[in-house]
């Protein structure tokens, strides 16, 4: 197998980034530990396809539960849960979400989503990764395990579940060994995790560290299990790879893509000039004549322009009035085409108008409400109102629910 196909890694280990090789995604070894912690710093980087796996303290993970099993809705599903959380990523800022299946039961699926922070200054290596995922899913473990390890000076965590990662933090402390407040926010992320319906129970924990003298006796305490204490294993490339792509590398990869459809085409541009330029000599009076005379016609059409321009404006005010797709029958009539068939969910009252929309309903189930927020914010003939979809409440009659919609303020 050539060099040109060998894997490059980097890892964030315990007090710099890591350099890892290889010829395959499973056996994988350690060419540099640095104690660099800006990629940026990084100017050794072998040659190969080029893979960055961001720390912990780069993402932010959001375990939930759905009920639907339908792999479509899970990407829409995850973006409306992190709003309510009030995490919205920049949509400008490239790739920064991605959602992993946990766990499949009947029609509920449990999912990890993962939301990156914007890469800073100095946060991205000098050559451009080919692909991008994080730290924590590079060490799958059987069963339900709590893994500790530490990035960059500072102890993280990660809670799996038979198996597959459901939850990874940062934390602040960074004593030589794990103390009572990491354990702390170990025990705030499994009650966390418990309240959400993602009750995970490990059965053992695996301290990861290079120092011998590591003291695992605050996690023992606290959980009450014995705590196997080794070196951090060698990494693992995911599988399957996340979608995660910043929109530094994603401009970059246009830009050279750019540069090789330039190239191509500069000899074809350079035959068509000359070409132009013989044209020119021929055709350059006549062009000119003609660009005056037209220059005539323009100055003396202008008032009619005018006129037509002032006629155009007064018939946009009268937009609200006179367009069928303003009506407020014809809005119900496509709110009422989101209501999903056979839901039980119905409307109780619509205040609409041509810039702004009221509703409030309620539905057996709380699905049927889900399904039908998405269907509004999705529908391609509701797009000019900007919508705001809070998840359900539970009362008495199942669920009841309040949208909103208005039309953006001009600039």
Not at 122 to 145: E, N, Q, T
Request: aromatic letters at 8%.
């Amino acid at each position: 197998m050539s060099k040109s196909n060998e894997k490059i890694l980097l890892v964030p280990g315990e007090s710099g980034w890591e350099i890892w090789t290889g010829q395959s995604a499973t056996e994988l070894t350690l060419h540099a530990a640095t104690s660099i912690e800006q990629a940026g710093a990084l100017t050794e980087i072998p040659s190969g396809d080029l893979l960055l796996l961001f720390p912990v303290k780069a993402i932010t993970a959001v375990p939930m539960r759905v009920n639907s099993d339908d792999d479509t809705l899970f990407t829409d599903l995850a973006a409306l849960h992190a709003e309510r959380l009030g995490l919205r990523p920049d949509p400008m800022a490239g790739q920064l979400t991605d959602v992993f299946v946990i766990a499949r039961e009947g029609e509920n699926t449990s999912l990890l989503s993962i939301l990156l922070r914007i890469p800073g200054d100095g946060d991205m290596p000098p050559r451009g990764p080919k692909s991008f995922d994080i730290s924590a899913r590079a060490y799958p473990l059987a069963g339900d395990a709590l893994a500790v390890w530490k990035e960059f000076g500072r102890w993280v965590f990660g809670l799996f579940h038979q198996g597959k990662l459901v939850y990874c933090q940062a934390t602040s402390v960074s004593s030589d060994s794990p103390d009572t407040d990491l354990a702390r926010e170990v025990r705030l992320a499994l009650i966390q995790l418990s309240l959400q319906g993602l009750a995970v129970t490990p059965t053992r924990i695996l301290l990861w560290s290079n120092s011998e003298s590591i003291n695992p006796a605050a996690l023992v305490e606290a959980f009450k299990l014995p705590v196997e204490v080794s070196p951090r294993p060698a990494p693992t490339i995911p599988d399957p790879l996340s979608k995660l792509l910043p929109a530094d590398v994603r401009a970059a990869r246009r830009e050279a893509n750019r540069r090789k459809n330039m190239t191509i085409g500069i000899a074809a541009v350079i035959v068509f000039y000359l070409g132009l330029i013989g044209w020119f000599g021929y055709g350059l009076w006549r062009d000119q004549s003609e660009t005056q005379r037209l220059t005539l016609l323009a100055k003396q059409a202008a008032p009619e322009g005018e006129a037509y321009a002032l006629h155009l404006a007064k018939w946009d005010e009268l937009a609200d009035v006179i367009e069928l797709k303003n009506a407020p029958v014809d809005i119900l009539k496509r709110i009422a085409d989101c209501i999903p068939p056979g839901s039980g969910l119905r409307l109780k009252t619509a205040d609409i108008s041509a810039s702004e929309v009221k509703l409030t309903g309620e539905a057996p189930q709380l699905q049927a409400v889900n399904t039908f927020s998405l269907n509004l914010d999705k529908n391609s003939d509701l797009s000019q109102f900007d919508w705001q979809l809070p998840g359900g409440n539970q009362s008495t009659r199942g669920w009841d629910f309040q949208y909103a919609g208005q039309l953006p303020a001009a600039p």
